[in-house]
């Protein structure tokens, strides 16, 4: 999270170097955070990586298994993500009437929001790779913030995603959600059947969030 925020920070620097009324700046712009979001990627997957070891040792897991780093994203899947949210965010928001700072305001809260995800991956992938090349782990397990949304409890509830499946982990913009290996199998925090019974779709997704929540405060 401090990884994070201090990416949020950086980003907010490089943002008024974007012009926008010149769209030449916005290549410029892409070009210095896809540099900032690339390189704070490699530090989140230095810490997953360190956090996959450390993990594995107070487990006391027999046997070596060296971590695995995740990739990253591209430099073109970076500039499309951050067209799609900040620079669509700016044009939203002058469709709807905002003034340009007001607009400019939406579209930075847009982009924070995908820098942040693209920066914690860096250590989510990491774990996830280690766990699929570590013969004694099973699996992963989401692991939520401490005021998570309703997706992502419902997620959580699915306890472990073994290493043989081809699931990545599902994030969305501003998730705060970790991935923590699995060395034996887990069920979920609490029982989806349960907390659900009778419900579906949204509803199911709501109530098993609440289920949860209300668990925690007891």
Known sequence: MALRAATLRDLHTLWPSWNAEDLRTWD?????STILVRS???????????????????????????????????????????????????IRGLSVGMSMEAARANGFVRLAGAV????????RDTVIASVRSDPRAVGWQRVTSGNPCDFCLMLESRGAVYKEWTVDFQAHDSCAC?????WEESGAL????????????????????EAVRAARVG
């Open 28 to 32: 410029r712009f892409v070009t210095l």
């Open 40 to 90: 704070r990627y490699q530090v989140a997957a230095g810490l997953g990586a360190a956090y996959f070891a450390a993990l594995r040792d107070l487990e006391g897991v027999p046997g070596a298994a060296a971590p695995v780093f995740g990739e990253g994203p591209g430099v073109e899947e970076l500039a499309r993500s951050m067209a799609a949210t900040g620079l669509v965010g700016v």
């Open 116 to 123: 942040g995800r693209h920066v914690l991956d860096g250590s």
């Open 178 to 182: 970790s991935a923590a290996p699995e």
């Open 190 to 209: 609490l029982d989806w059947d349960t907390a659900t019974h009778g419900l579906s779709g949204t509803e199911a997704m709501h109530a098993y969030g």
